[in-house]
């Protein structure tokens, strides 16, 4: 039997039918559910949210103002002619050019490095380098001390003065339940372990390098999430880019929300399967290329697609959004597809118990083919881990290049996984982690409302901890990211071509660790920041996301 048939074998059955009553699928309103038919109804026609939604799913991206978009696109294109000016005045040596560039005895050579393609780089980032890498020399807890360092030629290189920044409050790590710590039972833990097994383990899970604490771990976590097995991999990147092409191959299609993180765009273009791009969380869009793939099959040969994977995220870390899940799960059953969910950023920070958007929505984990997380965030840890069929797993075990080939999780990061886990579970002893899932839920509440009522744009829904402030234009991405700092305060900021060219934005990560002290400290800061940037451009026009205007030709496809 050939892989990609084993693993379909791995991911299970045919899914079940939704529980869930046919109505037309019309124009989204968000609502309660009424009433559910039995679990055996078969479905016909996906149902409005108000059929499907246990809770009101509150979304909404607001327009942006005409005249800040044109301004952008003016301000992108100074930018850039400035650019071919200074690239000139490099060329006739006017300027010093301190770009890397081939040497005069190479350029006979195929070139090695193209220098047209650092324009972006050399000419526009490099201007506003200064509000990225910066160097940390503390735990990233929610107060952070910072290296302070100095630039004299423009951002190409930096100096250290020697001072630390001291209790910088920090908006941009993510830390979302406070685990991020050096002090506590998760820290008491871990320095125990680290003294037992030591740092590393300098083997792979299939020679010597399986610990009875990787086991532990693995149980855990498949009881954490309502699984039947788990299985955790050292690096989270590497667990969605290395699985997904154990999983799918030539012969199978892969359906991927626009705005995927480029761990699962990697793991699609490595599999070789045909991928097909569908607008973020929308469910027509979605819907359209199911009904396209079942009705025309594979390329040339119109035969049916020997899987069709469905990959969405829980959050989406640049929008903060969260997936529509209960309608993409009865997508999926009505077109007998699989779901790969990566929970990176939901897992521990949705849900009343922590447990993800599957529990955020009320929904079953055996709806999910392959559930997907990483320890890197709400765990203060490293890593990721795949949950499913005990099936799935094990064929996982043998097929995934990085359960194969890749180094053991080192038991120290075992045992804070470990330890925080059971916090939140309430396994030892305390409501420690319940309170800390409670706690980021109001601070993401409150820091919404405020910004919103201060007259920001702010995109994502309303439970997201990841909270996108709207900044738009190039020159005001490294403003605000210095004017903040000089207020002590820590934020993350993001521009083309992380984002869309004219959806510029700081993106800030709530965690349990905040105190409302430091919230209203921080949004005092970027009050003042706002206006003197004038950066309230909301006009309180909200667009819900599927009513967004829907272009066919945004649809992208690599064939085999």
Same mark, same amino acid.
């Given at each position: 039997?050939?892989?990609?048939e084993?693993?379909a074998?791995?991911l ?27 679990? *055996?109804?078969?479905?016909n026609?996906i149902?409005h ?13 607001? &327009?942006? #103002? ?20 200074r ?19 190479q350029?006979d ?20 380098r200064d509000?990225?890498? !910066? ?17 004299? *030629?423009y951002?190409w290189?930096f100096? @250290?003065t ?11 790590s993510?830390?979302y339940l406070?685990?991020?710590?050096k002090a ?6 871990a320095?125990?372990?680290?003294s ?24 855990l976590?498949a009881r ?6 788990a ?11 290395? %699985? ?15 705005? %995927?993180?480029a761990?699962l ?10 991928? !097909? ?13 199911l ?8 390329? !040339?040969?119109?035969?049916?697609w ?6 969405v ?6 929008e903060?959004s ?6 993409v799960?009865?997508l ?7 779901l @790969?969910l990566?929970?990176a950023?939901s ?17 079953s984990?055996?709806? $999910? ?7 890197t965030k ?16 094990d ?9 194969v080939?890749?180094?053991?999780l080192?038991?120290?990061?075992v ?26 839920a109001? %601070?993401?509440r409150?820091?919404r409302?405020r910004?919103? &009522?201060?007259?920001?744009?702010? @995109? ?6 990841? $909270?996108?402030?709207?900044l ?16 002590n ?7 083309? #071509?992380?984002? #869309? ?10 965690s349990a660790?905040?105190t ?12 003042e ?9 909301? !006009?309180?026009?909200l667009?819900?996301l ?15």
């Amino acid at each position: 039997m050939e892989r990609p048939e084993r693993a379909a074998a791995a991911l299970g059955a045919q899914p079940r039918a939704n529980g869930c009553s046919g109505a037309a699928h019309g124009a989204l309103r968000n609502g309660y559910v009424r009433g559910l038919p039995a679990p *055996d109804t078969q479905i016909n026609h996906i149902v409005h949210n108000g059929g499907l939604y246990k809770r009101p799913f509150n979304e909404a991206f607001e &327009e942006t #103002p005409m005249l800040v978009a044109v301004l952008t696109y003016v301000g992108y294109g100074v930018l850039t002619l400035f650019g071919y000016l200074r690239d000139f005045m490099r060329q006739w040596k006017i300027e010093k050019c301190q770009n890397a560039t081939e040497r005069e005895e190479q350029k006979d050579f195929v070139p090695l490095y193209q220098d047209f393609e650092n324009f972006y780089n050399r000419n526009l980032y490099m201007r506003i380098r200064d509000s990225w890498n !910066r160097p940390i020399c503390s735990v990233p807890g929610a107060k952070v001390d910072m290296m302070e360092r100095v630039s004299h *030629d423009y951002n190409w290189t930096f100096t @250290y003065t020697g001072r630390v920044i001291k209790d910088i409050i920090n908006m941009g790590s993510y830390n979302y339940l406070g685990f991020a710590q050096k002090a506590g039972t998760c820290q008491e833990a871990a320095a125990k372990v680290l003294s037992q097994y030591g740092a590393g383990v300098c083997s792979t899970r299939q020679e010597m390098g399986n610990l009875d604490k990787h086991e532990e771990l693995e149980k855990l976590v498949a009881r954490f999430l309502g699984v039947e097995s788990a299985m955790a991999y050292g690096m989270g990147f590497a667990t969605n880019s290395m %699985n997904i092409p154990a999983l799918v191959g030539k012969g199978c299609l892969i359906l991927s929300d626009e705005l %995927n993180h480029a761990s699962l765009v990697l793991g699609a273009r490595l599999s070789g399967a045909t991928i !097909r791009i569908f607008k973020h969380n929308n469910m027509q869009s979605l819907e359209k290329l199911l009904k396209d793939a079942i009705v025309h099959g594979q390329p !040339r040969t119109r035969r049916p697609w020997k899987k069709i994977l469905i990959l969405v995220e829980g959050i989406y870390s640049m929008e903060g959004s969260i997936v529509r899940l209960p309608e993409v799960i009865a997508l999926k059953k009505k077109y007998k597809s699989y779901l @790969y969910l990566d929970e990176a950023h939901s897992i521990g920070a949705l849900g009343p118990s922590g447990r993800g958007v599957v529990e955020y929505f009320g929904l079953s984990p055996d709806d $999910v083919d392959v559930m997907m997380g990483t320890f890197t965030k709400s765990f203060g840890a490293a890593g990721g881990y795949i949950g499913g069929k005990k099936e799935l797993i094990d064929y996982l075990r043998t097929y995934s290049h990085s359960a194969v080939y890749a180094t053991s999780l080192s038991p120290p990061v075992v045992e804070q996984i470990i330890t925080s886990m059971k916090c939140i579970m309430g396994e030892d002893g305390t409501t420690v982690g319940k309170a800390r899932v409670q706690q980021l839920a109001e %601070n993401t509440r409150y820091f919404r409302r405020r910004l919103k &009522e201060m007259g920001f744009i702010i @995109y994502g829904n309303e439970d997201s901890p990841v $909270v996108p402030l709207m900044l738009y234009m190039p020159a005001k991405i490294g403003a605000f990211g210095r004017e903040m700092l000089k207020r002590n305060i820590g934020v993350v900021v993001v521009g083309f #071509p992380a984002t #869309p060219i004219i959806e510029s934005r700081a993106r800030f990560c709530l965690s349990a660790a905040h105190t409302k002290e430091m919230l209203d400290t921080a949004l005092k800061e970027i009050n003042e920041v706002g206006d003197l940037l004038q950066l309230k451009y909301s !006009r309180h026009r909200l667009v819900p996301l599927l009513d967004r205007p829907f272009d066919e030709t945004t649809y992208e496809e690599t064939e085999d």
